[in-house]
């Protein structure tokens, strides 16, 4: 494994420079160029590079200004759109719908480098460019809205992105197989309009397939929009294609015209991942940024290892499912060790590696052996709400690549950011990568995401219920006691999700209460595209088992809910009081050591006192938002 010696083009000198005439694909992407692995704009660019084509980058062009769409002049086979590792939308504002005042895929962490439903913008801009251009759109953006989704920025039902778009292709899922299989295509001279066969891709058409038969046909657009009962059906037959092995094609109508999303793509092999993450990456972002202090995202992940992708956990306020996927594809232990090798001769490198993981990082393999040929089970999931009898609790392969890895010269610490999966650790009976977790692989620290402690809503968010998290507490904080070590157990909290009402919220509080937690920050839910949750929020019923569920939309009892997760804040005291008020529960309004305020309210200057440790139990740093836990860079930080 070896750095880069370039940075892909992104300007005619640069094309110059590297002696090349015309490039075959021109990246426009609505992120800072960092030419890194945990980028997928960096990742299809190699990859592309890899398999002899020429790439350039236009990276967050002035979307005002079609001339921006014009310095690396026209591809010759197409131009490929993403928006970059996160949706637009959920990059430019808060789950209170305020714009956030910093980027951090941007220069010196800026805002506005970057459009509103950037894949839309950019597509427009680059059709006015070059009118007949191929355009293929990708990522998270065009992956996560490429069916008719409910928005909740527009608080509408919005149409297929490749509608707006106006593309002429859109890659879903995981690209390097695909964009490859389509770059071969275009090569040997296939029209665009023609590629209606390649798996992990969509495409518009006046007319059905030759073998309908064998795709999934939805309502239509029309009746979506009109009927939520019409739209929990959509995504219900969307939501149980997704798997590579057994999913199936699905046809979804606007007007006189299809939407047809071919089949998922195939797992990449380990030797495809192996060579995905052994292409020569500068593993930093261009220089033409250091004047404004670089790209603030690299810092999270230059020295973060991706050992995986995928994700069988399925929690239904992640929308991994639709992107990755439930099957897990591997690297290498070599290749992941190279990797950590490589990451020593690195200037800036300072002994510790960020992680080695991925969506969540104890799911190394495969949920099961029958995957494989089988694929992901449709109506049952592997860990919810308990563990399938065939699932496999293993840790012995990823312990194996830690205590490698910790073992290589110049590597003081590796520790693990991408989060654990505390259900699935509590049921290995094997102690031995608990054991080295605390010991070796946490600073003080260990975070983990229960979300909530009330059955009704951990059922609708797909997460085990209180008893499991409590018995996993447990056993880490005997596990601290037994290794002398006085380490805190940092949960990660939700308000508001679909299925919590006050009832939950306040149950929620008498725990943090009782667990001597006081979150600093606290995540509300938010509504993004693709996930079950955001389905449940706009409909109100649970499309995969037809339940109404209660959701929480009135502002004031979100701020409620909220407000109670932090309720020692005195400047949440009157929303903490009117919730339990409102629900009935004066008894703990008080001075008992069970209430959670006094009587009057506490003086604005005062502020709760941070948890100092007390009894082995919880310290929080909690973020505000969930996009900080949902980045795509290969992962999520969902568990």
């Known amino acids: 494994m070896k750095l880069g010696r370039n940075f892909l083009p992104v300007s005619i000198e640069d094309m110059k420079k590297q002696s090349i005439d015309e490039l075959d694909f021109i990246i426009v992407t609505g992120d800072a160029y960092v030419d890194h692995p945990s980028f997928g704009t960096a990742i299809i660019g190699r990859t592309l590079e890899y398999n002899g084509y020429k790439v350039g980058i236009i990276p967050q062009p002035n979307w005002k200004d079609v001339e921006s769409f014009k310095v690396l002049g026209r591809p010759k086979l197409g131009f490929l759109v993403n928006s970059g590792n996160i949706d637009s939308m959920v990059n430019h504002y808060s789950v209170s719908k305020r714009k956030r005042k910093e980027d951090l895929y941007s220069p010196g962490g800026e805002p506005n480098h970057r459009p509103d439903r950037a894949v839309i913008v950019y ?75 390649v798996r992990g891709t969509c495409y518009m058409s006046k007319d059905l397939p030759d073998n309908a038969k064998d795709y999934v046909i939805t309502p239509c657009f029309e009746d979506i929009e009109k009927s939520k009962s019409e739209y929990n059906e959509s995504y219900k037959l969307e939501y149980y294609e997704q798997d590579p092995v057994n999913g199936r094609g699905i046809i979804q109508q606007y007007g006189d015209r299809y939407l047809i999303a071919n089949r998922p793509q195939e797992p990449l092999t380990e030797e495809e991942m192996d060579i995905s993450y052994n292409l020569p990456y500068m593993r930093t972002y261009h220089p033409m940024y250091e004047e404004k202090g670089g790209i603030p995202a690299i810092r999270e992940v230059k020295f973060s290892i991706t050992s995986h992708r995928g994700c069988f956990g399925s929690c239904a306020f992640c929308a991994l499912t639709f992107h990755q996927g439930r099957i897990i594809q591997h690297r290498s232990e070599e290749s992941i060790v190279d990797e950590a090798k490589l990451l020593t001769t690195l200037n800036d490198f300072k002994g510790y590696i960020h992680d080695i993981g991925g969506p969540t990082a104890n799911f190394r393999n495969m949920a099961c052996k029958k995957q494989e040929t089988h694929g992901a089970c449709r109506n049952r999931q592997c860990m919810f709400p308990t563990p399938c009898k065939n699932l496999k609790v293993d840790h012995k392969d990823y312990l194996h690549i830690l205590r490698r890895v910790r073992a290589l010269p110049g590597i003081k610490k590796v520790f693990i950011r991408s989060g654990i999966r505390y259900d699935y650790l509590i049921h290995d009976k094997n102690m031995e990568f608990f054991n080295d977790l605390c010991k070796y692989h946490i600073s003080g620290q260990l975070k983990v995401a229960p979300e909530h402690i009330s059955d009704k809503v951990l059922l609708q968010m797909g997460k085990p219920s209180r008893e499991v998290y409590d018995r996993f507490s447990k056993k880490y904080f005997e596990i601290n006691k037994k290794i002398n070590k006085n380490q805190f157990l940092v949960p990660y909290l939700m308000s508001s999700h679909p299925g919590s009402d006050l009832k939950a919220a306040i149950e929620l509080s008498q725990y943090i209460k009782q667990m001597g937690h006081n979150p600093e920050q606290v995540q509300d839910f938010y509504p993004t595209p693709g996930s079950l949750a955001t389905t449940i929020y706009y409909t109100g019923i649970n499309p995969l088992t037809g339940e109404k569920v209660y959701v929480p939309k009135n502002p004031k009892e979100k701020a409620m809910q909220r407000a109670l997760l932090q309720f020692e804040v005195p400047e949440n005291y009157n929303l903490v009081k009117d919730a339990l008020l409102k629900a009935g529960r004066e008894d703990l309004i008080g001075n008992s050591k069970n209430c959670l305020i006094p009587f009057n309210a506490p003086s604005k200057k005062s502020s709760p006192k941070k948890y100092q440790g007390k009894n082995h139990k919880n310290s929080s740093s909690n973020k505000d938002s969930n996009s900080s836990r949902n980045k795509v860079k290969g992962k999520s930080k969902k568990h």
């Open 123 to 197: 597509c427009n801009m680059i059709r006015q460019a070059y009118k007949d251009v191929p355009i293929i759109i990708g990522g998270i953006e065009a992956s996560l809205r490429r069916f008719a989704h409910y928005d909740y920025w527009d608080d509408k039902i919005r149409r297929s992105i490749l509608l707006d778009s106006k593309a002429d292709l859109l890659i879903y899922g995981m690209g390097e197989k695909t964009i490859v299989q389509i770059a071969d295509l275009l090569k040997y001279g296939m029209n665009i309009k023609n590629l209606t066969h």
